[in-house]
């Protein structure tokens, strides 16, 4: 994709690729890509087939057969250097649950391969055929053949040369008529049929293929196209372009064909089967390369032996080939990070993984080095690590389990072994019972538990003695994907929270040295839901505590010790710890756990901190003792029951107090929760869940110098890198750093009105009690789609920034941030901070009004207010026909007004102002100065009135005027005139060339 704005600068200095003739076809046929059927084509089938199908010499295919070998089968060759071999026998990844739209010649869907047949039930669910106008897209033209070619290299079922994604679903768009060529209009209804039925089948458009590129912009199509690209990104579909074929005849290397050059889709170039850049690839450094020579896939068969059975392959080469090779493995790279939760997928985010792990490929005849795609490598950066014992000898050990527990779990192969232990708290009957994520199935290996049966509904159940250890294996069946394994015991009442639950912890959130002193009495114990109180314990000074998170502070440590019953509020982690004065070591303390019995189980010396498990409603019961016999005055006790671990997830919880929480990625993830710090290892930790719960809460999340993605959904939270992902939900601030890398940041409006601000270096959202502010994010998106009046303030940059309006969306590039803003009721920006900025505007589709000076330039429409303040050059180009006027107002200094037929300029001492395609244009001289208006080559306009002190250009369309400027200098061009009436007048006018007097 075009991540790092290479395509998109060129797009905007060339509209035009190759100016060849005006017709537009197919990427593998001439002359789009200049590569010539009878030298890119490869046929199985003999000369007298080739000759009737295509108009191909005898002695064209003998030079052909020498040039690519039609015996040849490269398909294993191709598979081995992509790793897509090792992903079907590894991981069994087939872009299951997606649908692929083929945009091209229409996919010949009776081929045995490609489902045999067309509509519901079968893998060419539906389309359209837009170069006929009906419901049928079938491959049928004599120039066709291309589409079926592509849909093969995606979608095949074929065991001798599979489709990338086997497992996809298809539509076939047909934009190209039998001869082979489209007018652009064509694949304009194409993208605009995408967006509108992206989810009307079972399974919902993720990926377009365009093996197509166009030459020529002549009926200024481009800019259209380009504005569906982007919405189709922010649909979230991956949309795959051929590169072009074009390199040998091109002047600048660089060049792509488009629409591969535009920044909303990712352009494919071709390799060979050694991975070098093939001869013909169209390149730049944002392109993927992918298997573009010699390909084997799906062809009709009028293309093939005309047997009357769509079972024909042939090979061709071209980018066209490389495309659709791409487009597949982003449905794989989809379908991976789908089954490790990953929530907003995008188009970015999978371009993002394709370039992280591809391979290098050094190019000798640019000298530079390319990303070639390794679809291995894409997904086993995605599948989290395989942490789980894959044998009984070591098998992962998930503690004691007293009531019940959770085992988070992931089969990271299609044959993948995971072993787990635990030792029975109690004695009773233990059930394992495994939920799955959607088609997983998994098989269990119980042969180590006595007496064990395996139930209908899967799960197992056996007889459990306490203290003894249980191993068992759960094992795949030919998929991958996440699995949870409860571990409990069914007879016993589940230990949740009571109804007044919430009242306990609220009532015994936030203790001081004050609350202890009312703690409940030890011997009403059977009331406040603490049992099989040990006779020893029952002692004055017992303090019992329901704890969420809570500090006892003016505690006491000595030689005999004090026992503490902390009744959980959370199932997860309770952390135990002493603060201690300055100066007293921890090396004095001593902290044990009791049992039912008074005894210590476990005792910890010479530490202030400890963590146990609990289950949310038992009572656990702690000792704090001095080593020495000494005692310590002034100890604070700080218990937080707000973290709980499954597997590979955290889950954390807020008080209804005001939290202030904060997340660290690195190897080393750090946690802080109310100066409470946790750290885990990257490979064991991946997912972090933070609830902030009641009160004004704070949250803080600090990336790596890698990319992140960060969305806030309303007041929903997520930012997530290659290892790690963390969402937050009830928080009142939340402040979030990227800390470096090409870190991207979406937000998706609240009901509330919404408020943002872009800086330097930092975005700010405001939105009812919700603020938010995200540093370092190099690109942003806002959506405003949810109600409210949101508005956005937009501030320059020291250097050169850009802000452009469109009828749809504003884009403002500052500082390093490129910011998209959608559908925002008010939008202005700020250039206050030097550098030559440059504001952009189109119309709109409805009515809008422009208002202009040398202070800023407003356009005013029916929902929407946006304002360019303070820019050095403001541009206006009417794009889309909408009703719009504009009227410009000069500056202090002095100002002149340039009028030509290409449009209209207002420019002063340190601003310009440029209007292109208006109907109407009014400019006034008001602020003073010695103002001047310039006429050059007008006579396209059927009249020029000067009255008094107003100039009147007209025609039957366009109306310019103004009014109050000192003098007029006309010089006409050419061979035309226009009628010129000179009324009563109050300045010169002077008129130099082809003018007719009325």
């Given at each position: 994709?075009?991540?790092k704005?290479?395509h998109?600068?060129r ?8 100016l060849?003739e ?9 002359p ?17 087939e080739?000759?009737?199908?295509n108009?191909?010499?005898s002695q ?9 070998n ?7 060759k191709?598979?081995a250097l ?30 045995v ?12 669910v ?9 419901f ?5 033209g ?6 079926t ?8 079922g ?6 990338v ?8 768009l047909?934009i190209?008529s039998?001869d ?13 049929w995408?967006?509108e039925n992206?989810d009307?089948?079972e399974?919902?458009i ?7 590129g ?9 800019n259209?196209i ?8 922010d649909?979230g ?11 040998e ?14 920044e909303y889709?990712?352009?494919?170039g ?22 573009g ?5 799906t ?5 093939g ?5 769509d ?18 493995a982003?449905?794989?790279i989809?379908?991976?990070m ?5 929530g ?17 490929v050094?190019d ?5 080095t390319?990303?070639r ?9 995605i ?11 070591n098998a ?9 527990t959770?085992?988070n ?6 044959t993948?072994?995971?072993?787990f232990s635990?030792?029975?708290g ?15 199935t ?5 042969s180590?538990i006595?007496g ?17 250890t249980y ?7 030919g ?5 949870t394994?409860?571990v409990?015991y ?6 949740t ?5 919430e ?9 001081t040295?004050?609350?202890h002193n ?10 406040t839901?603490v049992?099989?109180?040990?006779n ?16 006892l ?6 030689g005999?010790g004090?026992w503490?019953?902390v009744?959980?509020?959370n199932t ?19 902290i ?9 189980a476990?005792s910890?010396?010479g ?5 146990f ?7 656990v019961?702690?000792r704090v ?17 707000l973290?709980?671990q ?16 904060s ?5 080393t993830?750090t946690l802080?929760i ?16 933070i609830?902030?719960?009641?009160g ?17 959904d ?17 928080a009142?601030?939340?402040t979030i ?5 090409d870190?991207?940041?979406?937000y ?14 930092a975005?700010?959202i ?19 789609q949810r109600?409210g009046n949101?508005s ?19 884009l ?9 803003l959608?559908?925002f009721?008010?939008?202005v ?9 440059t504001?952009?505007?189109?119309d ?18 029916a ?6 303040r303070?820019?050095?050059q403001?541009?206006?180009?009417a794009?889309?026909g909408?009703?719009?006027?504009v ?9 002149t007004?340039?009028i030509?037929?290409?449009?209209v300029?207002?420019n002063g001492?340190?601003y ?6 208006f109907?109407s244009?009014h ?15 007008t ?5 020029i009135?000067?009255d ?17 400027f000192g003098?007029?200098?006309g010089?006409?061009?050419?061979d ?12 010169a006018?002077n ?7 009325s």
């Amino acid at each position: 994709m075009n991540a790092k704005n290479t395509h998109q600068d060129r797009f905007r200095r060339r509209l035009a690729v190759e100016l060849l003739e005006e017709r537009q076809v197919l990427s593998a046929n001439v002359p789009m890509e200049i590569v010539n059927i009878n030298d890119q084509y490869q046929s199985d089938y003999n000369t007298t087939e080739w000759q009737s199908a295509n108009d191909v010499s005898s002695q064209e295919l003998e030079a052909l057969l020498k040039l690519i070998n039609p015996g040849a089968d490269y398909a294993k060759k191709y598979a081995a250097l992509t790793g897509l071999d090792e992903v079907r026998n590894l991981y069994g990844l087939d872009g299951g649950g997606q649908t692929v739209v083929v945009i091209d010649s229409g996919i010949a869907y009776n081929h045995v391969d490609l489902g045999g047949g067309f509509g519901e039930g079968y893998r060419v669910v539906g389309g359209y055929d837009f170069a006929d106008n009906d419901f049928d897209p079938d491959d049928s033209g004599i120039m066709g053949s291309h589409g079926t070619h592509v849909a093969g290299i995606i979608a095949s079922g074929g065991s001798a040369y599979p489709g990338v994604a086997s497992g996809v679903d298809l539509v076939a768009l047909r934009i190209f008529s039998d001869d082979g060529s489209a007018n652009l209009q064509n694949l304009i209804d194409a993208l605009c049929w995408v967006h509108e039925n992206k989810d009307s089948f079972e399974n919902p458009i993720t990926t377009i293929n365009l093996s197509v590129g166009y030459m020529d912009d002549s009926l200024g199509y481009f800019n259209q196209i380009n504005d569906w690209f982007r919405i189709l990104n922010d649909d979230g579909i991956f949309i795959s372009v051929a590169a072009g074929n074009s390199f040998e005849s091109l002047t600048d290397k660089n060049q792509l064909s488009y629409p591969a050059m535009s920044e909303y889709v990712v352009s494919a170039g071709a390799c060979d089967t050694s991975g070098k850049l093939t001869y013909f690839t169209q390149r730049d450094e944002g392109t993927i390369f992918a298997p573009g020579q010699s390909v084997k896939s799906t062809v009709p068969d009028y293309f093939g032996n005309r047997n009357g059975i769509d079972d024909d392959y042939s090979a061709y080469s071209g980018t066209s080939m490389a495309a659709p090779y791409i487009a597949g493995a982003s449905t794989l790279i989809r379908q991976a990070m789908q089954l490790v939760g990953i929530g907003e997928i995008t188009q970015q985010r999978i371009y993002d993984v394709m370039i992280a792990t591809a391979d290098s490929v050094f190019d000798a005849v640019t000298g530079k080095t390319f990303s070639r795609l390794n679809i291995k490598n894409a997904i086993e950066s995605i599948l989290p690590d395989d942490w789980a014992g894959d044998s009984i000898q070591n098998a992962e050990k998930i503690g004691t389990v007293i009531d019940a527990t959770d085992v988070n779990g992931f089969f990271n192969t299609k044959t993948d072994a995971d072993y787990f232990s635990f030792i029975a708290g109690e004695t009773g009957t233990v059930v394992l019972t495994p939920n799955m994520s959607a088609g997983l199935t998994g098989t269990w290996d119980a042969s180590q538990i006595p007496g064990a049966v395996v139930g209908d509904d899967g799960s197992v159940t056996f007889r459990a003695e306490e203290g003894k250890t249980y191993s068992f294996g759960f094992n795949a069946t030919g998929t991958i994907g996440a699995y949870t394994i409860t571990v409990n015991y069914p007879d016993k009442i589940p230990q949740t929270p009571d109804d007044n639950a919430e009242e306990n912890i609220a009532e015994n959130a936030g203790h001081t040295s004050d609350d202890h002193n009312n703690a409940e009495n030890p011997t009403n114990h059977e009331e406040t839901g603490v049992s099989d109180l040990p006779n020893d314990l029952v002692a004055d000074d017992a303090v019992f505590i329901t704890a969420d998170q809570t500090t006892l502070e003016g505690q006491k440590a000595t030689g005999e010790g004090a026992w503490y019953a902390v009744k959980a509020a959370n199932t997860g982690t309770m952390t135990f710890e002493t603060i201690l004065p300055n100066g007293v070591s921890a090396n004095d303390i001593l902290i044990e756990i009791g049992d039912g019995e008074g005894n210590a189980a476990e005792s910890y010396r010479g530490t202030s901190r400890i963590d146990f498990p609990v289950a949310a409603g038992t009572t656990v019961w702690v000792r704090v003792a001095t080593i020495s016999g000494k005692t310590i005055d002034n100890v604070s006790i700080r218990l937080t029951n707000l973290l709980r671990q499954e597997g590979r997830d955290v889950f954390v919880f807020g008080t209804e107090a005001n939290d202030d929480i904060s997340f660290t990625a690195g190897t080393t993830q750090t946690l802080v929760i109310n100066g409470v710090i946790y750290t885990f290892d990257q490979d064991v930790v991946s997912n972090i869940s933070i609830d902030g719960r009641g009160g004004n809460d704070s949250i803080a999340l600090i990336g790596t110098s890698d990319a992140e993605y960060i969305t806030i959904d309303g007041v929903n939270v997520e930012i997530s890198g290659s290892r790690y992902n963390v969402r937050a939900i009830n928080a009142e601030y939340v402040t979030i750093n990227g800390a470096g890398g090409d870190d991207s940041f979406r937000y998706y409006d609240t009901k509330e009105n919404d408020q943002i601000t872009v800086r330097t270096g930092a975005i700010s959202i405001a939105s009812g009690r919700f603020f938010a502010q995200v540093h370092g994010a190099a690109k942003f998106f806002a959506y405003s789609q949810r109600g409210g009046n949101d508005s956005a303030t937009l501030y320059d940059s020291p250097d050169n920034d850009v802000f452009n309006v469109s009828a749809t969306y504003s884009l403002f590039r500052s500082g390093g941030t490129t910011s998209q803003l959608y559908s925002f009721g008010s939008v202005v920006a700020h250039s206050i901070n030097g550098g030559a900025d440059t504001a952009t505007f189109t119309d709109t589709t409805g009515e809008s009004v422009f208002t202009g000076s040398y202070e800023s330039m407003k356009r005013i429409s029916a929902n929407q207010y946006v304002e360019a303040r303070g820019f050095v050059q403001t541009n206006l180009t009417a794009v889309f026909g909408g009703k719009s006027d504009v009227q410009l107002e000069d500056s202090v200094g002095s100002d002149t007004l340039y009028i030509s037929s290409d449009g209209v300029s207002l420019n002063g001492e340190h601003y310009g102002i440029s209007v292109r395609g208006f109907d109407s244009v009014h400019a006034s001289s008001v602020n003073g100065g010695v103002d001047a208006v310039i006429l050059y080559d007008t006579q396209n306009f059927q009249k020029i009135i000067a009255d008094r002190n107003t100039i009147r250009l007209i025609d039957s369309v366009h109306n310019v005027e103004a009014d109050g400027f000192g003098e007029v200098w006309g010089f006409g061009v050419g061979d035309k005139s226009s009628k010129i009436e000179k009324n009563e007048t109050d300045y010169a006018i002077n008129l130099f060339g082809w003018w007719e007097e009325s």
